[in-house]
């Protein structure tokens, strides 16, 4: 399965941006979608998940609120809509793909076997 990501670029902070991930010739059915987002200074972190079959989902507490993900069937595509973006929200974000991971698994980057190019966001003070 390749991914793409698409969405990012750089915004004030509180602005808004919509990431985007689509994979290559097929649809997520019977994937868990995730987004991860890494700095130079950090390991790699959860952002959000959905489980493409039921869309049940997941955020990380730091965007809780904030960031939404959702599966658009049209698009055959998993967007991360965030809004109130902060400047700690500055990062490549990196959307995966797992096919059989277990709900308690979901932030794990481990879990998820397949992984688009990343796109960067930047958020300005």
């Known amino acids: 399965v390749q991914l793409q990501a698409s969405g990012g670029g750089l915004v004030q902070a509180g602005g808004s941006l919509t990431l985007s991930c689509v994979a290559s010739?097929?649809?997520?059915?019977?994937?868990?979608v995730a987004w991860f987002r890494q700095t130079p200074e950090n390991d790699r972190e959860f952002v959000a998940a959905i489980r493409w079959s039921g869309g049940s989902t997941l955020h990380a507490d730091s965007v809780k609120g904030r960031f939404t993900i959702s599966g658009d069937r049209a698009k055959k595509s998993v967007d991360l809509q965030m809004n109130s973006l902060k400047p700690e929200d500055t990062a490549i974000y990196y959307c995966a793909a797992g096919g059989s991971v277990i709900l308690s698994n979901r932030a794990n980057p481990n879990a998820y076997g397949y992984w688009g190019q990343g796109t960067l966001v930047t958020v300005s003070s």
């Open positions: 010739g097929r649809t997520f059915s019977g994937y868990t």
